[in-house]
T-cell receptor
């Protein structure tokens, strides 16, 4: 069965520090991979997506993610975190067609001064 | 373009009451989805519709029914609401590659 694991439930980083959020997936087909961000009380915003090609993808707000097929991972990174990055982050996996996305349980990011 | 529109945005129900969440998309997408979001659980699929006239169960379908009224609209119905259905509900449509989400509907069942 398809699944997504985000091992870290909650991460706290200092403003200006680098960030890496982990995502591992289990998927039979060639995966499409996504990262979403959700601020408190808000909807989901797509940060970035991977369909094929270059395994390092750039997203909005200075985020990037790297697809590593051998490790079944799609980790999200940012070189320097801003206080406004405090939110919950969701990794999701899918495939072409009408197959529904499968989401991880999320990682909550707190940013301290 | 409005994208995916959900109504209502907020609703409070008493146990046993029924209600329907409405969802409409204007992107001519074939596939539509209903997810629920609960703290610590991520988004879980309730039902989806791969095309007009078809619906399929997702991970957590119990207590819900859906109707794909036409290509644009996909509604979610709670026949007899229970406190366990207190959640935030998201509708989405797909262009076969990625999902486009509505803003969510926050439902509280007392």
């Amino acid at each position: 069965a398809q699944s997504v694991t985000q091992p870290d439930i909650h991460i706290t980083v200092s403003e200006g520090a680098s960030l890496e959020l982990r995502c591992n997936y289990s998927y039979g087909a060639t995966p499409y991979l996504f990262w979403y961000v959700q601020s408190p009380g808000q909807g989901l915003q797509l940060l970035l997506k991977y369909f094929s090609g270059d395994t390092l993808v750039q997203g909005i707000k200075g985020f990037e993610a790297e697809f590593k097929r051998s490790q079944s991972s799609f980790n999200l990174r940012k070189p320097s975190v801003h206080w406004s990055d405090a939110a919950e982050y969701f990794c999701a996996v899918g495939a072409w067609g009408n197959t529904p996305l499968v989401f991880g349980k999320g990682t909550r990011l707190s940013v301290i001064a | 373009n409005a994208g995916v529109t959900q109504t209502p945005k907020f609703q409070v129900l008493k146990t046993g009451q029924s209600m329907t969440l409405q969802c409409a998309q204007d992107m001519n997408h074939n596939s539509m989805y209903w997810y629920r979001q609960d703290p610590g659980m991520g988004l879980r699929l309730i039902y989806y519709s791969a095309s007009e006239g078809t619906t399929d169960k997702g991970e957590v379908p119990n207590g819900y029914n859906v109707s794909r009224l036409n290509k644009r609209e996909f509604s979610l119905r709670l026949e007899s609401a229970a406190p366990s259905q207190t959640s935030v509900y998201f509708c989405a449509s797909s262009d076969s590659r990625e999902l486009f989400f509505g803003e969510g509907s926050r439902l509280t069942v007392l």
